[in-house]
């Protein structure tokens, strides 16, 4: 425009083409790259897109707005307001029909000149362009015109034709009488139509926001405010509208008009444009003066509306489409978030897409799903092997699948817990098992030791702690049985090696190592290497080869088991023979780690096993058993350590056999968790433990309360409240309080808690209108407010008094049928009673009343013959 910035239109119909506002107008085409709209000579938008330019409009000299006309037909029809205050039609398009002809070049004259504003298009009734002048005190601001009117000469003033005798038209063309006058005394610097309602018109005025109605023309609706520029509705929402004034942007809500629901960040430099966008609800592109970048508010979440004192919360974020400044933008009226931005200085034109902000959701059944502005794409499964190994892998989705198990719910045989969670997890099943052997442990056994210190049993507290407390260790030599060598091999002996020998399950109960039981249990088990290195290790020779025969000759057994089988039987102790070197060099060449270490003990020097202890491949369950047998009490704790802290380093369930139910053994499930994030497990461990600080530790209650969360973000509402009695049982602090009581029709306070509350003793019995043993007490009155409660439909004795203590219940009374055991029964004394006819009483004299003939019921009960609604 003349003197000015350019500005960007596009049409209303044809989404390929844009109009540049300057001093000309300038049509432009839109098309991909080397295609056959676009021709040599066309301007790169992007690296996609390229402009072509189809027409040159320049015959409108002094341009200070313009507006599209809103129909399809005439086609490019604008209209032009100039510096004097006058409305000019004009055209860009090759449209030829008369319509067309007759407005084009058509003109709308102010009384007054003065400068044009704004214009804008009623969508409406599209005859109707309003248009927004400067002040003038004589004159109104706001003028509304018909295009489809005439000028007729007769009802013209002299003034008028001096007025347009200057300028060389047709006077045929010129219109000067507006169809409404609006806004006397003021400017107006913006305008617009409401979409709500196309009789409304919502001008920028030089003090206020004015609301006119043409239907009233007198009346208004204004509110003052200096935010009067730039007025826009919101094409998604017809009630929110921005404005702005200098660097800051208001919103109001024409529903609630009295001040804006919210304020916009204010900007260092004055705003030049605001404009919303026609494809993405509640987002707002702002451009300020001088500036390369354009700031956008997302507002597609804002409630309304909005209440007086919150401001509802936006996302705000800054686009920077090319690096000249910006002289103006323009939302593509129908491709997503797509605008087209011109520079300043030399018309250059930029083709920009914004792209969405990624909205991520990742459901608890493993389902992920994102949404990017009008597309939500779901993650679907496609049947690859790595996509399915790696949900397997999940540990959301194996949770899921072990609580569907009902795991860690076995209390009676801990061990199987772990085939509850799919038996293929060796750390699992180490640490149900070391669970299982810890809780026999607790039952068997009548130990009672306490650690100094330490209010937790020995059993609970780990072998760490064991062998730390060990006393009165024995040395003694035994000799291979089975072999023709008569070697002494030292072992160590104590009542604690004895226990953790105990916690690794290699013996049972009594006072000698008997691994037979243990040996028996991994033969059904088809671990013929560990039981051969078992039986090994416990100095029986033929016992081993006859384990490693036995899986030779199995089904699917190895057959190199016998080759295993033969080296052993030529087990030699002279340190210089041959069987001695050729196993100590080929024994790492063996794939299986419990017949590689059976070798590294045969090769060993004694108390030098550490080709046996430093195998990680063997259990630790094994080898924590080994070093008990071998290790003097010197080299027996620091090993015990040292294996401890690597197992809480790594988070290996495993080392719980070590660290027991304690604060190490929370250390370890520490590790464990930031590993693998098996709170699940975690929980499931941790309850077993004795109820002391292990339960009380922070970090445990945050896996059970992540557990539950989990179960109810699944959905597992019932599996929920299986866990939460699993947990009562175990952790009786826990426990919820009541939450169902019966309370007094008088004061509403809680009888039952009132009553559980009392004390038991002295003088508080009498004034509850209690008496007797406190065994059999009887609370005829509310502890509140002392009035008297129900009685009995049956014995007619306030509720509250035990059952045994009502008359009636002798021998001759049989029909109550009220045995020693029901006298007993804490049910019997429950207040019970029907929620229809309100009949009630004691529950044992319910349950025998009912037990009557159903007609002497229904003689006692009118209610009991509704079928809809029986009392019991």
Not at 37 to 59: F, H, Q, R, V
Not at 564 to 591: F, H
Request: with cysteine.
């Amino acid at each position: 425009m003349s003197g000015s910035k350019p500005d960007i239109l596009w049409s209303p119909h044809h989404p390929d083409r844009y109009v540049i506002c300057d001093s000309e107008l300038g049509l432009y085409r839109i098309g991909p790259v080397g295609s056959a709209e676009t021709k040599a000579g066309t301007l790169p938008l992007s690296e996609e897109t390229a402009a072509t330019l189809l027409a040159i409009n320049s015959d409108t000299p002094y341009m200070k707005c313009v507006a599209w006309y809103p129909k399809h037909e005439p086609e490019c029809l604008l209209a032009v307001g100039q510096a004097n205050g006058r409305v000019v039609l004009t055209s860009l398009g090759q449209s030829h029909n008369s319509a067309c002809k007759e407005l084009v070049g058509k003109e709308f004259v102010p009384k007054h000149a003065r400068q044009c504003n704004t214009l804008a298009w009623n969508p409406v009734d599209s005859n109707l362009l309003a248009a927004g002048l400067d002040k003038h005190r004589a004159d109104f601001s706001v003028l509304i015109w018909d295009i489809s009117s005439k000028f007729s000469p007769e009802a013209s003033v002299t003034a008028e034709k001096i007025r347009l005798s200057s300028v060389d038209l047709d006077s045929s063309s010129v219109v000067t009488k507006p169809l409404y006058e609006l806004g006397q005394n003021d400017a107006c610097l913006s305008l617009c139509w409401l979409l709500r309602d196309p009789k409304l018109l919502l001008a920028g005025m030089h003090r206020n926001l004015a609301i006119f109605d043409l239907r009233n023309t007198s009346q208004k609706t204004f509110v003052n405010t200096k935010a009067i520029q730039g007025v826009t509705v919101d094409p998604h929402f017809h009630d929110r509208v921005a404005s702005f004034f200098e660097g800051q942007v208001a919103i109001w809500d024409l529903r609630k008009f009295e001040k804006p629901v919210l304020t916009l960040t204010e900007q260092p430099k004055p705003l030049t444009k605001v404009a919303w966008c026609p494809t993405r609800t509640g987002l707002l592109a702002t451009l300020t003066r001088d500036s390369n970048i354009i700031r956008l508010y997302d507002m597609q979440h804002t409630p309304t509306p909005i209440g007086d004192e919150t401001e509802p919360t936006i996302i705000e974020r800054s686009v920077q489409p090319c690096e000249s400044q910006i002289g103006s933008f323009a939302w593509h009226p129908s491709s997503q978030n797509r605008m087209v931005v011109v520079s300043a200085a030399n018309r250059v034109m930029t083709d920009f897409t914004v792209f969405e902000r990624i909205s991520l959701a990742w459901s608890s059944t493993t389902s992920l799903m994102w949404a990017c502005g009008r597309h939500l794409y779901d993650c679907v499964e496609d049947g690859a092997e790595g996509v399915e190994s790696a949900i397997e892998k999940d540990i959301a989705t194996r949770m899921r699948q072990r609580a569907q198990s009902r795991y860690g719910h076995d209390t009676v045989q801990v061990w199987r817990n772990h085939l509850l969670a799919g038996g293929n997890d060796p750390q699992l099943k180490s640490l149900w098992f070391d669970l299982f052997y810890i809780l026999l442990m607790i039952k068997l056994t009548d130990l009672e030791l306490k650690l100094p210190g330490n209010k937790q049993s020995v059993v609970y507290s780990g072998i760490k702690n064991i062998v730390k407390s060990s006393s009165g260790t024995t040395e003694s030599r035994k000799c291979w049985s089975g072999s023709d060598r008569q070697t002494d091999v030292p072992r160590f002996l104590s009542e604690e090696r004895f226990l953790a020998l105990r916690l690794c399950g290699w013996i049972g109960r009594g006072p000698d190592i008997d691994v037979e039981i243990f040996l028996r249990s991994l033969e059904q088990e088809r671990e013929w290497e560990r039981a051969a290195a078992v039986a090994l290790f416990n100095l029986d020779i033929r016992r081993a080869i006859q384990i490693l025969n036995k899986g030779a000759t199995a089904e699917k057994g190895d057959l190199n088991l016998n080759v295993v089988a033969m080296a052993l039987s030529g087990y030699t102790d002279e340190k210089s023979s041959l069987w001695r070197e050729m196993c100590s060099s080929l024994r790492l060449q063996l794939k299986n780690p419990y017949l590689c270490v059976m070798f590294a003990f045969l090769t060993s020097e004694p108390g030098a096993y550490d080709g046996v202890l430093n195998e990680s491949s063997v259990a630790v369950r094994d080898r924590v058993a080994f070093a008990c047998m071998f290790l003097s009490d010197a080299q027996l704790p620091r090993y015990i350590d040292k294996l401890t802290n690597e197992m809480k380093d790594a988070g290996n369930l495993e080392g719980i056999l070590l660290t027991g139910l304690t604060k190490d053994g929370v250390d370890l499930m520490e590790s464990y968790v930031d590993r693998t994030g098996d709170v699940q497990t975690a929980s499931f461990c941790m309850l077993k433990g004795s109820p002391g600080d292990v339960l009380k530790d922070p970090r445990v209650q945050c896996w059970i309360e992540n557990y539950r969360n989990l179960l109810d973000a699944w959905r597992f509402w019932h599996k929920r409240a299986e866990f939460d009695i699993h947990r009562g049982k175990l952790d009786a602090s826990s426990k919820p309080l009541a939450q169902v009581f019966v309370s007094c029709n008088f004061c509403g306070k809680s009888i039952s808690y009132s009553c559980s509350a009392m004390p038991h003793q002295g003088r508080g019995f009498s004034q509850y209108g209690v008496s007797g043993s406190p065994t059999k007490s009887k609370v005829t009155s509310c502890p509140g407010c002392r009035k008297p409660l129900p009685r009995c439909a049956l014995c007619l004795m306030n509720m509250g008094t035990p059952v045994s203590n009502c008359p009636g219940t002798g021998k001759s009374d049989e029909k109550m049928d009220l045995t020693r055991e029901n006298k007993l029964a804490q049910f019997n004394n429950w207040f019970t009673w029907c929620h229809n006819c309100r009949h009630g009483g004691h529950a044992g004299h319910m349950l025998s009343w009912f037990r009557w003939d159903t007609q002497e019921k229904l003689q006692m009960c009118r209610y009991f013959c509704n079928p809809l609604v029986q009392c019991f």
